[in-house]
């Protein structure tokens, strides 16, 4: 596997000295994204609800945690730093924002992965049901977690990121917006949770532009995510085995998106990307990253 950092070049680590949060680090698209910043020598706080010091309720019963995350972030280059953070409690995600602040006077990237919504959405078999059937809680508990997570976020960490120019926010979802405007995403409630994270980097992006910041939402392809590994009954290490569909050969390892966002950060004309739905895999092309396989995999043109 190629594990090497992306964008380092004699051993320079292009984000060394930035200071990022991951909101939502603790699996999946969170922990490559905090990953792959560990790589370009970043510090990051890695947040959420899945700790060993401070475990909070949690959606899913899994085992990772924010702590294994930044244990991650350092041993591949960077600075990890857990903290156990519900991005639903305003007091909690304003005690970070605090923290940031008295130890590290700067936020360079924010991050807004925050989900915890994979088991309310449900199984192809949940699929496609009308909102009159689904379940009215599970739905409003899936917006709230999509949506309310990430304006709290942004509202107390926002005032950090645009103390300097050249902040960047990333909001990540499923879908590009320009491929959920003509498709309809398996229930009105998930319809409506990832065309909103989409249009929060429109909208956040309008509002940071005065202060030299940018806001974007990428979105991964097929993610071999730790819980769709398992479903599958494979590792990262053997999923070319797992009986799965014809598209999973196109899938990516979480890593791949995070190093979409670690080249992002780094790039210091970031500012035309301002407002853009984009894919790891268009970020791949453009920057010349490529997966822990040397591979850059694109599932989006075979998806109808």
């Not at 792959?36 to 510090?43: C, I, K, N, P, R």
């Not at 645009?162 to 498709?183: F, K, M």
Request: hydrophobic share 40%; aromatic share 6%.
């Amino acid at each position: 596997m190629d594990d090497r950092p992306v964008g380092a070049t004699n051993g320079r680590r292009p984000l060394h000295g930035r200071v990022a949060v991951v909101a939502g680090a603790t699996r999946g698209a969170g922990r490559g994204i905090a990953a792959a910043l560990g790589e370009a020598g970043a510090t990051v706080l890695c947040t959420g609800r899945s700790s060993r010091t401070n475990p909070m309720p949690s959606d899913y019963d899994r085992p990772e945690t924010v702590e294994e995350t930044a244990e991650l972030v350092t041993r591949l280059g960077g600075t990890g730093v857990a903290v156990a953070v519900d991005h639903l409690d305003p007091v909690q995600v304003r005690a970070l924002a605090g923290r940031i602040s008295d130890e590290y006077g700067r936020l360079d990237v924010l991050v807004n992965d925050i989900w915890g919504g994979e088991l309310l959405k449900g199984g192809p078999a949940d699929w496609n049901t009308p909102v009159w059937e689904h379940d009215l809680d599970a739905g409003l508990r899936l917006l709230r977690l999509a949506v309310d997570t990430h304006l709290i976020t942004s509202h107390h960490l926002l005032p950090l990121l645009i103390g300097q120019p050249g902040g960047l926010l990333v909001e990540v979802t499923d879908g590009t917006t320009e491929y959920n405007a003509s498709r309809y995403r398996l229930s009105v409630f998930y319809d409506l949770a990832k065309v909103a994270v989409n249009r929060l980097a429109f909208s956040q992006g309008h509002e940071l532009k005065p202060y030299g910041g940018t806001a974007v939402a990428i979105t991964p392809g097929w993610l071999r995510s730790e819980m769709m590994l398992d479903a599958f009954g494979v590792t990262e290490e053997n999923w070319r085995e797992a009986a799965a569909p014809p598209g999973f050969a196109l899938s990516e390892s979480p890593r791949f998106v995070g190093r979409a966002v670690a080249a992002l950060a780094a790039d210091r004309h970031r500012a035309r990307w301002n407002q853009r739905s984009v894919t790891s895999a268009e970020l791949a092309r453009e920057y010349g990253f490529t997966d822990l396989d040397g591979s850059r995999p694109d599932v989006w043109p075979a998806v109808e």
